[in-house]
């Protein structure tokens, strides 16, 4: 794992981000932004974090600047109004209508700055009959058939972490439409809203899949497809250690050289009759359990059978291949994903750890020329408070 490169910047050096903090995917995404070498303000409130993880530990807000502003304050609005006037974007995570309350909507935020690329990240969406509702990952992924194609048909779909749709059809969508605008807005000169609602990406992710279930290739039930677990030659399994292997021979070629490594002979008769398959899974299985992790990543490394152990999150960083890449870095004592994608002539990097609350407020005020922003720094280190529901997104 190599160690962060302390200078860096990447291919949106120069492009001015506002954030108005939020949980979930807005501030992913405004890292990604910010990974990209953008600069990346975020508007802290008074009381510090929402959540209870230790500031200095968000890696969701490394590469960043923080200053303070109570927006429920007479002169909030002015000072993030100020801030807008000189961005490229902003993103907010609010519930439909609460920036538009607190005078810092998209009309607002216009008559100041017609270029404006003002991005909103919701889950439900601007619109509907649930946008005005609060909402999680899980309720999104529910809504849009993606969790019912999860797991095990005779066990409830798992919750798949926040990575699918918070991230995925969150994160990736608002930034994926906020560089587009921001090219139609250097290209014309005029900004405008993109609408970032979890169901839309997470619905766009299985674009695929529809197409399968539209051309008799997808079953729509867990457990009885190529990709959902039904096929015995893609999915995990448990090894005599307890821990699991996973497989990913799908095509004929790396097939058999799985069944060959594995020790069943040739099974090529068995790879694409699925009335085979319940026999075939449990004599995959029961090769499996004969023995540890350890011993069947030795027997699988190098190989094309697409197999590969399933490790843990602070495994991950130390396996041959990740670090040999640094696809894991280390900055601040913190060990975390590296920015990515990786460019070949604007190279990113950590150039910072995560940003303290109102830590930078004289410096933004300074390079972004906005004095008054000096006015709303009150707390210099301020004490976490309970969650309000006014700043409750529905991501």
Request: aromatic residues 6%.
């Amino acid at each position: 794992m190599a160690a962060a490169p302390t200078a860096g910047h990447g291919p949106l050096t120069g492009v001015r981000v506002v954030e108005l903090a939020g949980i979930g995917p807005g501030p992913f995404a405004a890292m990604l932004l910010a990974d990209l070498g953008a600069d990346v303000v975020r508007v802290d409130r008074p009381g510090g974090p929402v959540l209870g993880i230790d500031p200095a530990r968000d890696v969701t807000n490394r590469n960043k600047r923080s200053v303070v502003v109570d927006l429920k304050a007479p002169d909030g609005p002015a000072h993030v109004l100020d801030l807008a006037a000189r961005a490229d974007v902003l993103i907010e995570g609010y519930r439909p209508g609460v920036a538009e309350r607190l005078g810092v909507g998209p009309a607002d935020c216009h008559a100041r700055n017609p270029r404006l690329v003002y991005g909103r990240m919701t889950g439900w969406g601007q619109q509907g009959p649930l946008a005005g509702t609060a909402g999680h990952d899980i309720a999104y992924l529910a809504l849009t058939g993606t969790l019912g194609m999860i797991g095990d048909p005779d066990r409830p779909p798992p919750a798949p972490a926040n990575l699918l749709g918070d991230y995925a059809g969150g994160s990736l969508y608002l930034v994926v439409g906020v560089l587009a605008a921001l090219h139609h807005a250097r290209t014309t000169g005029a900004g405008q809203v993109v609408d970032a609602a979890i169901v839309d990406g997470a619905a766009h992710l299985s674009a695929m899949i529809h197409g399968m279930l539209a051309a008799g290739a997808w079953q729509d039930r867990r457990g009885a497809n190529l990709l959902d677990g039904g096929c015995p030659y893609y999915g995990t399994y448990e090894t005599a250690d307890g821990r699991h292997m996973a497989v990913g021979a799908l095509e004929p070629q790396f097939y058999a050289e799985f069944t060959r490594l594995l020790g069943l002979g040739d099974r090529s008769a068995d790879h694409a009759d699925i009335t085979r398959w319940p026999r075939l899974r449990e004599d995959v299985a029961a090769r499996f359990r004969t023995r540890t992790l350890d011993e069947w990543t030795t027997v699988f490394d190098g190989t094309d059978a697409c197999v590969a152990p399933v490790l843990s999150l602070r495994e991950a960083p130390h396996h041959p291949h990740l670090a040999a890449r640094s696809t894991f870095t280390e900055h601040g004592g913190i060990t975390q994903p590296a920015p990515a994608p990786r460019f070949s002539a604007t190279p990113t990097a950590v150039r910072g750890g995560p940003a303290l609350p109102g830590a930078h407020t004289a410096a933004v005020a300074r390079d972004w020329d906005v004095p008054r922003l000096l006015t709303a720094a009150d707390d210099p280190q301020p004490r976490p408070t309970p969650r309000t529901p006014e700043r409750k997104a529905s991501s």
